[in-house]
């Protein structure tokens, strides 16, 4: 592992040392001078570190603490799938209404933020129905994250870094899951004691035991899902109506130009 992590930091050195002299970079590094760009960027790859820090080990949780068989706790995730798709609706009609997104990702960063502190405080006492209600509330914290980094980056990016900037958020989006799978298994693992993580618990101790493993790995999810509202303060709020109306006087100075290059017949 100190060998792969090394690795991994001497790779990443090489990168960005060639990104800056490469002629066309696979990701220019003058975009996280863009300051809605680097805000963007935190966002998916927090949102990534936070969906896959939940998705991963709640059902553990369910089926370890609150002793539910792997199909319910199928059934007790799907909610969290499905809020996290109304969230997402949610915030897209909003974005449409108010041509703004920042206050819309602040919200939503709160919303993720308290379902995820709730999460943390989940017992082997904890009902279903409320675990199932938590869960709703962290998603549609969550949904929002799919489109408005997006949204923001390519209301402020010229048109020529678009192609670029969607990738660049993919791919943080994907390597912010790796990296929420890896802390938070970390936190896990670092705290659980005998083979609870590879044999789920019979007795009220040994599920008190994986609770509270469980509970250090969540934590390490708050801590991402915080970072995240603090982000979203920074995120500057571009109007969209007023980039879309920039657009179109762009396109009627060009087809005035055009119209004025066209050769005169007498």
Do not use: C, W
């Amino acid at each position: 592992m100190l060998g792969l992590l090394a690795a991994s930091i001497l790779l990443f050195v090489l990168f960005v040392f060639i990104e800056r002299r490469a002629y066309e970079p696979i990701l220019p590094l003058d975009l996280f001078r863009n300051r809605i760009f680097s805000v963007g960027a935190s966002l998916s790859l927090l949102q990534g570190m936070v969906l896959l820090g939940l998705a991963l080990y709640l059902p553990l949780f369910f089926q370890g603490v609150l002793a539910v068989s792997p199909t319910s706790a199928g059934l007790v995730m799907t909610p969290f799938s499905v809020s996290m798709v109304v969230g997402a609706v949610l915030s897209s009609q909003a974005m449409g209404k108010l041509k703004r997104y920042r206050v819309i990702g602040i919200v939503a960063a709160l919303l993720m933020s308290a379902g995820t502190f709730l999460i943390t405080l989940m017992t082997p006492t904890t009902g279903i129905a409320l675990a199932i209600a938590i869960l709703v509330l962290t998603g549609i914290g969550i949904g929002p994250f799919f489109s408005l980094p997006m949204v923001a980056v390519q209301n402020a990016l010229p048109a020529e870094r678009l192609g670029i900037s969607t990738a660049g958020l993919r791919y943080l989006g994907q390597l912010g899951a790796s990296l929420g799978i890896a802390i938070v298994g970390t936190a896990i693992s670092s705290s659980v004691s005998g083979d609870l993580i590879n044999h789920l618990p019979t007795t009220a101790a040994s599920k008190l035991a994986l609770s509270a493993a469980l509970q250090h790995g969540f934590i390490a999810v708050l801590i991402f899902a915080l970072i995240a509202v603090v982000a979203t303060f920074f995120l500057k709020d571009v109007p969209l109506k007023a980039t879309q109306e920039g657009l179109e006087i762009e396109r009627a100075e060009l087809a005035d130009e055009e119209h004025d290059r066209e050769p005169v017949y007498v």
